[in-house]
Nanobody, 127 residues
Framework: EVQLVESGGGLVQAGGPLRFSCAAS?????????LGWFRQAPGMAREGVSC????????SYSDSVEGRFTLSMGGAKNTVYLQKNNLKPEDAAVYYC???????????????????WGQGTRVTVSS
C-alpha cells in the first residue's frame, strides 16, 4: 500500500524558513516517480507548487515560489524535502504531497494526474 506522510508544518513569521518532508512507503525511489507538492489556501483552488522526479532529481517550481522554495531528495530513504525560505503571508495554506509514476516534471500537472496523496500539513505565516 502506498502511503505519503508529510511533516514540518506550523506557524512561522513572515520572512522565516520552514522545511517540509514527505516520506513515501509502498514504493521505492529506485523506480521513476514524480513527487509533487500542492497547496490549498482557504477559499482557493489547490495549486501545484513544485515537483521532482526520482529518475534524475529534476525539479519544477511555480512562479510564486521560484527562488524561495527548494525541493530535493536525499537524507532519509524515500523522502523528499521542501525547503521554504522567505515565507510570505500568501504562502499560508495546507500543503499536500502527491505521487505519480513517471518522469514528467511539470509543476502545472493537474491534481488528477497524481495517484497518491498525503494527508496535508498546515502552514500559518504571521506578518
Amino acid at each position: 500500500e502506498v502511503q505519503l506522510v508529510e511533516s514540518g508544518g506550523g506557524l512561522v513569521q513572515a520572512g522565516g524558513p520552514l522545511r517540509f518532508s514527505c516520506a513515501a512507503s509502498g514504493f521505492t525511489f529506485d523506480d521513476s516517480w514524480v513527487l509533487g507538492w500542492f497547496r490549498q489556501a482557504p477559499g482557493m483552488a489547490r495549486e501545484g507548487v513544485s515537483c521532482i522526479t526520482t529518475y534524475d532529481g529534476s525539479t519544477s517550481y511555480s512562479d510564486s515560489v521560484e527562488g524561495r522554495f527548494t525541493l530535493s531528495m536525499g537524507g532519509a530513504k524515500n523522502t523528499v524535502y521542501l525547503q521554504k525560505n522567505n515565507l510570505k503571508p500568501e504562502d499560508a495554506a495546507v500543503y499536500y504531497c502527491a505521487a505519480a509514476l513517471g518522469t514528467q516534471v511539470v509543476v502545472e500537472r493537474e491534481e488528477h494526474e497524481f495517484d497518491y496523496w498525503g494527508q496535508g500539513t498546515r502552514v500559518t505565516v504571521s506578518s
